[in-house]
């Protein structure tokens, strides 16, 4: 089925905020959402693999601990990346004055891929950006390659997963005022979602409306009707049977 943004962001507000954390701004995580469904990637099936352990997660704020040659290691305690990574960027960005390049290490997280929409935003900063990431529940290696001058990053996909020095919860993330070697960064990935390949998609979605799945679409009202009706009896009266039939 086709939604439109302001349908998706509603509703994507809407499911957060009733899940009453402190850390994490529902608005920024809604747009979050939307960027990486009107790429095509799956946004709303992130954000509700994310919703199944947001209200266990720990809500507190990140650790975060500057090396010796000046990069950033930000421990999240197991929580959700979408919650946290505005203000670690907005960090991070204050630390690269007068510096040409800035290595966040990110331990302990989850849901790297609603880091999308942040990420895209560094290009009108005039940032370049390297991101890479492995996940284990399903194995691949992930490298994201967005330079300077660009709206899209570069996707590279590989089902081969080399831990040697990283672990499957864990992000890096590089800045730089250069772009970096995407030819040479790249070998050895299997699969090239190309820039100009989520261009399209962004400029069709824009065009024609935002197309989801119609299972993860249900999932994600429910989320949104069931978690703000709980505590309310007024707001259980407006919610009709699937409120009833959720308790």
Known sequence: MIVS???????????????????????????????????GLNGIGHFNNAA????????????????NDGGLVVDLHGCSLACHLPVVIDYAIEKMVNKKHLTIELKNCHNRWLAYNELVKLAAKGL???????????????????????????????DHLD?????????????????????????????????????????????????VDDAEWET??????ALLVENSKQSLKGAGELAHSLR
């Not at 199944?52 to 090396?67: H, R, S």
């Not at 040697?164 to 070998?187: C, E, N, P, R, W």
């Open 5 to 39: 943004y302001n349908e998706l962001t509603a509703v994507v507000n809407k499911a957060f905020l009733g899940m009453r954390r402190t850390c994490g701004e529902a608005d920024i995580i809604a747009n979050m959402v939307a960027g990486l469904q009107m790429v």
């Open 52 to 67: 199944q352990f947001l209200t266990a997660e720990k809500d507190c704020p990140v650790d975060i601990f500057t090396t």
């Open 128 to 158: 370049a950006c390297k991101a890479q990431w492995n996940n284990g529940s399903s194995p691949q290696n992930t490298l994201y390659i967005l330079n300077q001058g660009c709206v899209s990053p570069e996707l590279f996909l590989s």
């Open 163 to 211: 831990l040697a020095g990283s672990a499957l919860h864990d992000m890096t993330i590089q800045l730089s005022v250069k772009s970096f070697d995407i030819t040479g960064y790249s070998a050895g990935y299997t699969r090239h979602i190309k820039s100009s390949e989520l261009n399209r998609a962004l400029r069709d979605t824009w065009h024609d409306g935002i197309l």
């Open 220 to 225: 994600l009202k429910q989320t949104a009707t």
